[in-house]
């Protein structure tokens, strides 16, 4: 089943009711009704938002990621079912006790999926990915050589057209609007699949940094940041230098959720796909698989 991206940009009293999410808006006098069980990630993106207590615990135990924004209108906290896993304890536990060579291994994997896909990424976008290609091939357990520093640097030079003079950077110029809205919707799917995989998104395999609460899901989300790169070049390519965060752009970035990706050589919805993705990496650190599976970029 396909979960539903729900986005709320205008005023509205948020409720429930007999497992509905039910939505009144100003001026409006019908009231809305969602059915908790198909929303996967729900974002609230306007100061008068009200929403209760009662739907909040109804969507937490329904496994929903709920984004609320700040005022600029950009992803700012992340909500999360605490027991989202009925062997919640055992996992933690083989989580914790991981050892380093296998999260090494996880990390290269890791890298070589994300650096394969944004060569694929340039393909599609008639570049030059050859590079990318061979850096892929050769990544070494725990990216001993920083393969994915290499790629950063290449990729980020050529996937963009040369009249936005691009560079990555989370305050910089736009596309970077578009880059930083679309990694923190991933960012809370991702989450959301190690939850419901029974992880912690806190403890990563590579990511360490003592004030990130989701230093796991950075990890992973990792091989998926070229499926968002490739919805921005979509918008550049209709939109050139006109690249405000708007409603428009916003609705595209959020239709990330329900992209078609090719998964173990199946077609899945990007969601579905991190949710194998994070079931596969609960098998690795219970030492039942040796391989995360991974989304492959294709055109």
């Not at 009662?54 to 700040?70: H, S």
């Not at 991981?98 to 896909?117: D, F, G, H």
């Not at 940094?209 to 550049?236: H, S, T």
Request: net charge positive.
């Amino acid at each position: 089943m396909i979960k539903r991206t729900i986005y709320f940009g205008n005023p509205a009293y948020l409720k429930t009711r007999q497992e509905q999410l039910l939505a009144e808006l100003p001026g409006d006098e019908e009231v809305k009704q969602i059915p908790i069980e198909d929303i996967g990630l729900l974002v609230l993106d306007n100061p008068q938002i009200t929403i209760t207590q009662a739907l909040l615990a109804k969507l937490l135990e329904n496994n929903v990621a709920l984004v609320t924004c700040d005022q600029a209108h950009h992803p700012a906290g992340l909500f999360f079912n605490l027991d989202g896993n009925t062997l919640q304890s055992q996992k933690f536990k083989a989580q914790v006790e991981a050892s380093v060579p296998l999260k090494k291994q996880l990390w290269q994997q890791t890298v070589m999926a994300k650096i394969s896909n944004q060569a694929m990424l340039l393909r599609s976008q008639r570049e030059d990915y050859k590079y990318l290609d061979t850096l892929a091939k050769n990544v070494k357990s725990g990216d001993a050589e920083n393969a994915e520093a290499k790629a950063a640097s290449y990729y980020w030079k050529k996937v963009f057209p040369d009249f936005l003079e691009f560079r990555r950077d989370r305050e910089g110029n736009p596309p970077n609007n578009l880059l930083n809205y679309g990694y923190a919707i991933l960012r809370a799917i991702v989450a959301r699949g190690l939850v419901g995989s029974g992880l912690l998104p806190t403890l990563g395999i590579f990511h360490r940094n003592q004030y990130n609460a989701y230093c796991l899901a950075d990890d992973i989300m990792e091989p998926y940041r070229p499926f968002v790169d490739k919805v921005v070049c979509d918008i550049i390519r209709a939109n050139g230098r006109f690249l405000d965060l708007g409603l428009t752009l916003k609705k595209q970035l959020l239709s990330v959720p329900a992209m078609d990706v090719i998964i173990d050589g199946q077609k899945s919805p990007l969601m579905n796909a991190v949710q194998r993705t994070t079931s596969s990496l609960a098998k690795c650190f219970e030492g039942s698989s040796r391989k995360i599976l991974y989304p492959e970029f294709t055109y």
